[in-house]
T-cell receptor, first 113, second 113 residues
């Protein structure tokens, strides 16, 4: 089945560690996105990519990094510079920049221990 | 800066009731508006996408309307069922925001049997 796969579902990070969240899609979508969701709040955009080897900062990019080496993959690294990383992270994709439905993965929970 | 507000934050209704969820946005220069459903600990599922030139969209028991000039959208759910219990989020894509979606904080709906 086509869709977006995020892994791991649950991840624990120690202070000072970098961790990477995986996002893979087999929908042949051009654009991919990473959002952060805190409890009881809406989604905030971290990074997005419109095409391979290109990406742009969203509203809360500090402390995060991404790469887009393949069309299907858009991993997110949460670096030690991100002071409050505990949150629910959602990856999404769509076919074009605008006008089309955006599809989401099932999310990854990151907790700092 | 676009701001999206959803009222009420939470709503509890008995099964079978018709209900309306509200979404308002401050900048009417939007490309489209999308309604999503989110179950606890899960990703978002797209329900309806309304382009700026459209007034409404329907899918089964769901009907979404858009009044772009007044910055408002409503999601009407007919004959509500316990399975409709979830958080409903709206998001807008601005005409000048490229791929960015601005999300509301959502309405948490509980349908009681």
């Amino acid at each position: 089945d086509g869709g977006i796969t995020q892994s791991p579902k649950y991840l624990f990070r120690k202070e000072g560690q970098n961790v990477t969240l995986s996002c893979e899609q087999n929908l042949n979508h051009d654009a991919m996105y990473w959002y952060r969701q805190d409890p009881g709040q809406g989604l905030r955009l971290i990074y997005y990519s419109q095409i391979v080897n290109d990406f742009q900062k969203g509203d809360i990019a500090e402390g995060y990094s991404v790469s887009r080496e393949k069309k299907e993959s858009f991993p997110l690294t949460v670096t030690s510079a991100q002071k409050n990383p505990t949150a629910f992270y959602l990856c999404a994709s769509n076919r074009q920049l605008s006008g089309n439905t955006i599809y989401f993965g099932e999310g990854s929970w990151l907790t700092v221990v | 800066k676009q701001e999206v507000t959803q009222i009420p934050a939470a709503l509890s209704v008995p099964e079978g009731e018709n209900l309306v969820l509200n979404c308002s946005f401050t900048d009417s220069a939007i490309y489209n508006l999308q309604w999503f459903r989110q179950d606890p600990g899960k990703g978002l599922t797209s329900l309806l996408l309304i382009q700026s030139s459209q007034r409404e969209q329907t899918s089964g028991r769901l009907n979404a309307s858009l009044d772009k000039s007044s910055g408002r959208s409503t999601l009407y759910i007919a004959a509500s069922q316990p399975g409709d219990s979830a958080t409903y989020l709206c998001a807008v894509r601005g005409e000048t925001s490229g791929s960015r979606l601005t999300f509301g904080e959502g309405t948490q709906l509980t349908v009681n049997p």
